[in-house]
């Protein structure tokens, strides 16, 4: 492991790790497009304040646990991307240097997101990107099928889906199904809309309540007019032209703008549940200081830059898949670049899903909940258990695996 991830330098490391002029920058963003973009970022941060930032690279695909293997041993880390999920667990192993509330109106991110970073009176991160879920329509097959308005409420989206998915030529809609831990996150917006939640009003973990149940028979419902696959293949397919409707995140859009398709397209915030707003689930890439770097002065200094978006037009496409720049703001700010679309409106329904939307429960082992709650729900998917039979086993497991796992 520690052979591959000095393999993954791909910033000069020329300064010794004693200059206080040199930090280094750990993180997920994995094609070289994107790390051509994050130099970018850098290059104006390292003029002005005369420094060198190191950038190296891990795999995020391997968890929490990797990432934390990797502070825990020697190799030197002033600055950290992590997933916001995984942001309990990595401030719960001492690993994350705490510091005051930020004072400048520059960064004047969703509350939320804020709210997500702090502990106890302080803050142990700051907001970087976000990423949301939207539903993305198939302009092509709903004109086809003289389907003239957006769905307005989760039930046009199935009725919608039923008439299309009827007629034999598309499918209605594209539901991600089992795909560790990508199939959860898509559902939330069902579980949320229909007045789900995850937690209690004390915050512990209750994923067995029965108003959760609404939303995933929702899905059920909706997974018999649709075509159920992995993330992957459900947004190739949907490019393609095979299905009507798509709940994804933004990974989708950076797919639709890099082929050109957004005239096929519309981009829409997720349905309402009758009256009741559609919410979304949320996610974002936090920028943290490491409790063990040597220059938590410039460390932080670098996280305040890098989340306030400074340089307005770096913002690059090759970041999408990870979200948009979590400044409030630079959100609505966009400018010239390729988010300056009147036809799709993209601006618009972003930064107002966005709001209407939760994120995880703050839980430092919420990757491996995740985990016993999609492999509980897939047995409702398949006709294996109920709705609430899997929920409740879900519970179960969930209560046994946190009273083995105490820290």
Partial sequence: MLLFFSMSVIGSISCSSGNDKTITFLHFCSGAQERKALENLIVDFERKNNC?????????????NELISIIKGKQLCNVLAIKSEWLAQIQSNGLLAGFSEVQNNDTAYYNFLMEYCKDGGKLY?????????LIYINRKITDENKIEKSPKDFQFLLNYSELINNRGKYYGCGLVGPNKQAMLKNMMPLIFSFGGTL????????????????????????????????KREIENQFIKGNIAYCISDLSLLQ????????????????????????????????LGVCSKSTNKELALKFIKELAEW?????FSIDFLKYGVPAQKNYLFNFGGNFFDLSEAGINSVLSK????????????RWFDIESIIEKEVEKA?????????????????ITNFLRRNKN
């Fill in 52 to 64: 060198e930032v190191n950038l190296l690279y891990y795999d995020y695909t391997k968890g929490p």
């Fill in 125 to 133: 991160c700051l907001p970087w990107l976000v990423n949301t879920r």
């Fill in 199 to 230: 937690i209690d009003s004390a915050g512990k973990l209750d994923v067995s309540k029965n108003i959760n149940s609404a939303g995933l028979y929702y899905y059920l419902k909706l997974s018999h007019s649709c075509f159920i696959e992995t």
């Fill in 255 to 286: 797919k639709i703008i890099e082929k050109n398709l957004l005239h096929d397209f519309i981009i829409e915030q997720i349905p309402k549940n009758g009256s009741t707003p559609g919410i979304s689930y949320s996610d974002a890439v936090m």
């Fill in 310 to 314: 400074k340089t307005k037009n770096s």
């Fill in 353 to 364: 899903q966005i709001i209407n939307s939760k994120s995880a429960p703050k839980n430092n």
């Fill in 381 to 397: 998917i398949y006709s294996e258990k109920s709705v609430e039979g899997s929920l409740k086993d879900a519970q179960e497991e």
